[in-house]
């Protein structure tokens, strides 16, 4: 009965703070309005939530529709889409490069809060990992492999799996030849792993366990430059062996690589609209002129898989190969006269790399 209130109370807060936060902002919303509003006390609040940040995280969870403002930024016609009303033109508008509008208001699917444990291995061996991909990569909820591309072997894997709460249990020493690390550790090795989340297969909330690094702290280096590009699952194991082979070009301006994988989905301009992949995600050194001449490399060597870019990272694919991997490129086009047939949400990087 006990646990039933708990869900109860979870789902009111979750509620009320949804339309708060749609109706005032974020930084306008007090934990003590959404008290109010939930008729739930602060103090239950809190037992659920450390802060506002996470029941903020937790609320922005699932995108289930969206109102976007179009053509005058001073008097903007608003429109609305939903999954339901809309199917796939919704789809499309989702991933929009913000070339469609500004989003004013989001409507989300909110799920039951979970908890989950994370455990970290070290030195995978490479042979390992191509044997047994798709067992270690679905290993656990979401799986990451972090490797400098050195020593056939890759340094740490990252696994984050759900349990029930106040759950314990034994970790494996081993995990396909890798050791259990004994500490927690950064992803990069040789920086503290303070502003990394709980390891050591400790158990907590999704939002202290999901994400690699602690709300509030400096995430990975800090300071770098990122890429990323998309494989189809499929030829994983192949994309991750050819960049092995140019490793002497990547590694000198390296911080750290992250392999993981992605479920399919149907968002038009998504790299994984229909098709599950795997991500192969390099943090590089703060050096633009130095990155700018390994990315071709790269793009070169994933070519043959035909691997998208990440659109909010770096990335010099030409624009014409670029637009030949996206499936419903021409759809998109059409989405963006009817919504913005004056252009004025369009910019240099949607003109080039969209058309």
């Not at 590009?229 to 194991?237: C, G, I, K, R, T």
């Not at 994309?239 to 994988?261: D, G, M, Q």
Request: glycine letters at 6%.
């Amino acid at each position: 009965m006990a646990r039933q209130k708990s869900a109860k109370a979870h789902g009111k807060v979750l509620e009320a703070a949804l339309d708060l936060f749609a109706d005032r902002g974020i930084d306008a919303t007090s934990m003590d309005a959404i008290a109010e509003a939930s008729g739930v006390s602060k103090a239950t609040i809190y037992k659920h939530w450390p802060d506002k940040d996470a029941l903020c995280l937790e609320v922005l969870s699932h995108l289930h529709g969206l109102e976007m403002c179009i053509r005058d930024s001073a008097n903007g016609e608003l429109f609305a889409l939903s999954r339901e009303k809309n199917g796939d033109r919704f789809q499309g508008a989702v991933v929009s490069l913000g070339a469609l509008g500004i989003v004013t208001k989001l409507t989300l699917d909110v799920q039951p809060t979970f908890f989950m444990k994370q455990v970290v291995y070290r030195n995978l061996p490479l042979q390992a990992l191509t044997t047994n991909f798709l067992a270690i990569v679905s290993s656990g909820y979401s799986v990451s492999l972090f490797t400098d591309w050195q020593n056939q072997n890759v340094s740490q894997v990252w696994i984050k799996s759900r349990v029930a709460e106040g759950e314990s249990s034994q970790l494996a020493p081993e995990f396909y030849g890798a050791t259990l690390a004994t500490k927690n550790l950064h992803p990069i090795e040789n920086l503290s792993a303070e502003n990394c989340t709980e390891q050591m297969g400790v158990p907590g909330p999704w939002y202290e366990r999901l994400p690699h690094f602690r709300m509030g702290f400096t995430p990975s280096n800090g300071h770098e430059l990122q890429s990323e590009y998309f494989v189809p699952l499929e030829d994983a194991v192949e994309a991750i062996l050819a960049v092995y082979k140019i490793n002497e070009a990547v590694r000198p301006h390296l911080l750290i690589s992250e392999i993981r994988t992605l479920a399919a989905d149907t968002l038009w301009m998504s790299p994984c609209y229909r098709q599950a992949r795997a991500a192969i995600h390099f943090t590089w050194k703060p050096d633009w002129a130095a990155v700018k001449q390994v990315l071709p490399v790269i793009e070169q060597t994933l070519a043959p898989f035909r691997a998208r870019p990440h659109w909010g990272k770096l990335f010099t694919m030409s624009p014409a190969h670029l637009q030949s991997l996206i499936e419903r490129l021409p759809d998109f086009r059409q989405l963006l006269e009817h919504y913005d047939p004056q252009g004025k949400f369009r910019n240099e990087f949607i003109d080039v790399n969209v058309g």
